[in-house]
């Protein structure tokens, strides 16, 4: 079965660097694209960014633009995002997505507080 499990969040001051990674198994995961989305405490969970199959293709968030990378290894089945300059407003739960699929990770939490 398509699993998606996220790690790397945690707590970082204003200012810092995380990066998030998502493995996945279950499915050949070259084939798909994949999206980050995160959910604030009290808001709708939001498009983050996105990669395509091929990983020629990538978008993101303007409230992300510049300051984060999403990238693949398909070698490991996984993706990643690469967040820096982060700040309070960052904070959520960041999810991984299967592109055009409705299989989500469970999320990991990324707390920006000094």
């Known amino acids: 079965q398509v699993q998606l499990v996220e790690s790397g969040g945690g707590l970082v001051q204003p200012g810092g660097s995380l990066r998030l990674s998502c493995a996945a198994s279950?499915?050949?995961?070259?084939?798909?694209?994949m999206s980050w989305f995160r959910q604030a405490p009290g808001k709708e969970r939001e498009l983050v960014a996105s990669?395509?199959?091929?990983?020629?293709?990538?978008n993101y968030a303007d409230s992300v633009k510049g300051r984060s990378t999403i990238s693949r290894n398909d070698d490991k089945s996984t993706m990643y995002l690469q967040m820096n300059s982060l700040k309070p407003e960052d904070t959520a739960v960041y999810y991984c997505?299967?592109?055009?699929?409705?299989?989500w990770g469970k999320g990991t939490l990324v707390t920006v507080s000094s």
């Open positions: 990669i395509t199959s091929d990983g020629n293709s990538r």
């Open positions: 997505k299967r592109t055009y699929s409705n299989y």
């Open positions: 279950g499915f050949t995961f070259s084939n798909y694209g």
